[in-house]
């Protein structure tokens, strides 16, 4: 592409192109992490906007025409340059809430099985975070990698264009309740995966209330501080294959929620 060549209009196209995809590059998971330099962020968002540019033009989800319109006046223009970035920023948030998910059920289990004291910096969200949970994390976004998570999120930005075209903002009255939708499934996916050890732990507890009482000698706490751990461990060890699973059919759920979303965002 040759940009001294473009029109003006061209030109507006373009540069609405990289607001949206910059906005939602830095903020979907693995793109948009915090260990992620700004610059290679900056470098991915103009490759990106210059390989779809010419793709989003030829198969007519925007229009090169439609920049004399909303380009008019400068309250167009900023109008329209708040919406992109108001897109960008709606998805990217959107597609985070399913790894938001899967760090409540690392933090629940850490806790049941008492790890709950084993926390260390996390750069990716800059707080203090258990142990279990960045694992759990690390674990999510290799499996997300292995179902060519990436690629989905790229379809999900050309998505975006054709669902919610440049400068369209108009949604619809089930835009609050698929929001709802969205966050209350980032609790219930976590809850969710965390089920089997949570029956697990209540199993445990419950021998150890049993065991308090016929041995009022057995020093249960110091008892339960090692085994718990050990139990839990096991049990993770055992039914990460149901777990891995679980995490592809949520992730799988999630993408079919974001889709709803953009749809009810696009006033469809």
Known sequence: ?????????????????????????????IFGDKVVPGNVKILLSLTVSA?????????????????????ATTGNLILTLCTEMMMGLAVGYASQLVFHSIQ??????????????????DPHTESQTVVLGQLIS??????????????????AIVETFRLVP???????EGFKQSLLHLV??????????????????????????????ALPQLNILTLSMASSAFIGGFVLL???????????????????????????????
């Open 1 to 29: 592409m040759v940009f001294e060549s473009w029109s003006p209009q061209e030109l507006l196209s373009f540069f609405m192109v990289l607001i949206r995809v910059s906005t939602l590059l830095f903020l979907l998971p």
């Open 51 to 71: 390989v779809l540019f010419p793709v989003l033009r030829s198969s007519g989800m925007i229009q090169i025409s439609d920049a004399d319109r909303w380009s």
């Open 104 to 121: 409540i059920a690392g933090d629940f289990m850490a806790q049941l099985m008492g790890f709950s004291m084993a926390s260390m910096y």
């Open 138 to 155: 690390a674990l999510a976004m290799l499996t997300f990698l292995s179902l060519d998570g990436h690629h989905l999120l790229f379809r």
């Open 166 to 172: 440049q400068g369209h903002f108009a949604m619809s």
């Open 184 to 213: 209350g499934n980032t609790v219930l996916f976590g809850l969710q995966l965390s089920a089997p050890m949570a029956a697990c732990m209540l199993l445990v507890n419950i021998v150890y209330g049993i065991l308090g009482k």
């Open 238 to 268: 055992i039914t990460y294959p149901s777990f891995q699973s679980g995490m592809s059919s949520i992730f799988h759920t999630h993408f079919e929620d974001l889709k709803q979303f953009l749809v009810v965002y696009g006033g469809k």
